[in-house]
């Protein structure tokens, strides 16, 4: 595997591992909604992980396609360009519903590649 796409991956997998680190270890909403430094933390994972996802995407030696990249990167460019819009019920429901199958292709990925 070319080097930038495993570097790429592995900046993906430890953003999400990160993000799960950072959660309170209840995971409760309203204690992550309450921690402003672990809000900052997850939305700037979250970045890293929407632009190695680009990164992957347009790279012309790459042919690996991830489920859902057009909306991660678009919340990616949401959290960077329009942070006033970004609400802490949709990243909640990111790092609940949409991380965990992420990682699971991630991983699976890795294995690949």
């Keep these: 595997m070319d080097n930038k796409i495993h570097t790429w991956l592995e900046d993906i997998d430890r953003c999400i591992n990160e993000i799960f ?3 309170p270890e209840e ?3 309203l204690v992550y909604k309450d921690d402003l430094k672990t809000k900052k ?3 700037r994972n979250l970045e890293i992980i929407g632009e190695a996802i680009n990164r992957i995407s347009k790279y012309k030696y790459c042919n690996i396609q991830i489920g859902n990249a057009e909306k991660i990167i678009g919340t990616r ?3 960077a360009h329009e942070y006033d819009a970004i609400s802490d019920e949709i990243i909640w429901t ?3 519903r949409e991380l965990p199958k992420l990682q699971q292709e991630i991983v699976l990925l890795r294995k690949k590649y």
């Design 21 to 23: 680190d950072f959660l």
């Design 27 to 29: 995971c409760n909403f």
């Design 41 to 43: 933390a997850v939305e």
């Design 77 to 79: 460019n949401r959290i």
């Design 94 to 96: 990111i790092i609940i």
